[in-house]
């Protein structure tokens, strides 16, 4: 029986015009919005498929994309669902030995990449991988190596397909006709923070019921709707959030460069976007400093926007109470003076919901973009979860929490604390992982989430801490790192975090300061400097920046207080090994690479 994603595309041509617009690529350079209409989408799709038969490939056989967000890794992720091909999602920032070891862990044949560069890091460890067979490149610009024989760019794959005749179409439509929900759809493979990456084994059945319980829930979303892909396609909360707006009409505007996001949502104007946290520490950032350059009236009439915002939007409709006329007429008033013109400068004023996950967000950031306006819906979800666990409910919701469990999905609290999920939802499996499997269920099938949490009296869900994450100092107390964390993300100086303290006598952190921020901030108290590593070290930004932090730490018990922290000149990256793909911190690598400093701060 064909489940939701083998049809999707076929299914959308007929419910919507065929001249419809499925997605668009955004030009940021060009200033425009480069559309494919639901037809144009379909028969590339089937063009695709076709090839990927041609090609030989097999009912539940790997296919690879390594690629960032193109229209064309929509093409192929469909076109293997049509085949009943397993697709494999790598990060298009992956280093060689990720490539290698997930083309060599799925025994993928086939992979496709985005750029030069993922063609050269293919290139380069392809002889590694006994079973990769074929490169396919989209970029047009790509030169193949003189010695490749078996590489064809994505034009030459699609003319493939689309000279494949009715042998192929027949093979792919009768594939397409004996697929079941309990064919595999995709493996996602998790960030490995501590260890090597694994590959969670997701279902169609996996989507089918994500895609159902969503549409159940988010009525407040429609064709009328539009959104911008923010995260990369390889991570499940983008992936299975694009899923959803395609079943549903949203169009999807395919944001190409993570470094242009800003600029690609302002072109946009998105109603709906999936993000992490990170991005809306930025936009408070950015908002805050405005707000805090203005004087006079106009500073006046920003902090009784403010108030009319959070009291008609915290105090009445997060809670469904009709919000009194006097007020209602107050906020339209400031909206249209002050929080309209806020939501415009971000891209968003006709903002629908917002939602976001994958680390802890502050209530001040929360509380702060829900009174200008911008629905921002806290939730929680895993690569192994399909994505989502929990979120806000439209109505109701309780900020500091996590939201409410979705329908289908089953939370239980076990031992420490620790957060297990059950449900149609829920992965199979690590590939090729079985002592893996043996510890992620427990023996009456719940996964383990390796998240510590609780319910409280309103049945709303609260993320404590990372279970993994979590270190006792050598006095015994435990230390959540990542809520500290959090914390110092709400400060515009601060740009990462990494807090340290296991087994030691108390918390200290390396700190990478918002070089930009500094900068300014020097300049204008006339400190002078020549480089980032003498601003870093100047005693008058260190003063500064530990002023911010103590500030910051208002309400934290004294054993959780940062006491010492170190500057670092320079970002955590992906390259070096400090931050996963999914931009987490990899916390034993820090602690190696920065061990001298970290031990500095202890003596």
């Not at 229209?71 to 990720?98: G, H, K, M, W």
């Not at 993570?258 to 302002?266: F, G, L």
Request: a neutral charge.
């Amino acid at each position: 029986m064909p489940n939701i994603l083998t049809h999707l595309t076929g299914r959308q041509t007929k419910a919507y015009r065929a001249d419809r617009t499925a997605f668009t690529t955004i030009d940021v350079d060009g200033g425009k919005l480069i559309p494919t209409t639901w037809a144009d989408f379909d028969r590339t799709v089937a063009e695709a498929a076709c090839a990927l038969a041609k090609l030989g490939m097999k009912p539940q056989q790997m296919v690879a994309i390594f690629a960032p967000n193109l229209a064309e890794t929509l093409y192929t992720d469909f076109a293997c669902y049509r085949n009943r091909i397993i697709t494999v999602s790598i990060y298009a920032t992956s280093s060689p030995e990720q490539v290698r070891y997930i083309l060599n862990d799925s025994g993928a044949r086939i992979i496709m990449v985005g750029d030069k560069g993922q063609y050269a890091t293919v290139r380069s460890i392809m002889a590694e991988c006994p079973a990769l067979e074929h490169i396919i490149a989209v970029d047009p610009d790509i030169v193949f190596d003189a010695d490749d024989s078996s590489s064809l760019s994505y034009a030459d794959f699609l003319r493939l397909g689309a000279e494949a005749g009715a042998e192929a179409r027949a093979e792919v439509e009768l594939r397409s006709a004996e697929a079941t929900p309990d064919d595999i759809a995709t493996l996602i493979y998790t960030s490995g923070t501590t260890g090597e990456p694994k590959g969670a084994v997701l279902m169609h059945s996996c989507f089918d019921a994500a895609l159902d319980f969503h549409r159940a829930r988010l009525t407040n979303l429609s064709d009328a709707d539009t959104s911008v892909s923010f995260l990369p396609f390889s991570h499940i909360f983008e992936k299975a959030w694009t899923y959803f707006c395609l079943m549903m009409g949203i169009t999807v505007h395919i944001n190409r460069n993570t470094k242009e996001i800003q600029r690609a949502i302002r072109l946009a104007r998105p109603t709906c976007m999936c993000s992490v946290p990170r991005f809306w520490e930025k936009v408070y950032s950015a908002v805050q400093e405005q707000f805090d350059a203005t004087k006079g009236v106009k500073k006046l009439l920003i902090e009784r926007a403010l108030e009319a915002g959070q009291k008609r939007n915290l105090e009445y409709r997060r809670l469904g109470i009709r919000v009194p006329f006097w007020l209602e007429k107050k906020y339209q008033f400031y909206d249209k003076m002050v929080l309209s013109k806020v939501r415009a400068a971000i891209g968003i004023e006709h903002g629908n919901m917002f939602p976001t996950a994958g680390a802890p967000i502050s209530n001040t950031i929360v509380e702060f973009l829900q009174a200008i306006g911008v629905n921002i819906v806290v939730g929680y979800g895993l690569s192994e979860t399909t994505a989502t666990v929990s979120f806000y409910p439209a109505v109701g919701y309780e900020i500091g929490t996590i939201g409410t469990v979705l329908d289908g999905v089953t939370v239980r609290i076990g031992n420490n604390n620790e957060i297990l999920v059950k449900g149609p939802t829920v992965m199979k499996g690590y590939y090729n992982k079985p002592e893996e499997n043996k510890k992620a269920f427990t023996d009456d099938g719940f996964f383990r989430t390796g998240d510590a949490g609780m319910f409280d009296q309103n049945g709303c869900l609260i993320l404590t801490e990372r279970i993994k994450d979590l270190f006792k100092t050598s006095n015994g107390k435990y230390i959540a790192p990542q809520a500290i964390e959090s914390r110092l993300g709400e400060d515009k100086y601060i740009e990462q975090v990494a807090v340290i303290g296991d087994k030691r006598k108390y918390v200290t952190a390396i700190i990478i300061p918002a070089f930009d921020a500094i900068k300014e901030y020097a300049n204008k108290h006339n400190i002078k400097f020549n480089s980032i590593e003498e601003l870093v070290e100047n005693s008058d930004i260190r003063d500064f920046i530990a002023e911010r932090i103590d500030k910051l730490q208002n309400g934290l018990a004294g054993f959780e207080k940062i006491k010492r922290f170190t500057l670092l000149p320079r970002e955590f990256s992906i390259e070096t090994g400090e931050l996963t793909n999914t931009l987490k911190i990899r916390r034993p690598v820090i602690n190696s690479m920065y061990a001298d400093e970290i031990e500095a701060m202890y003596c």
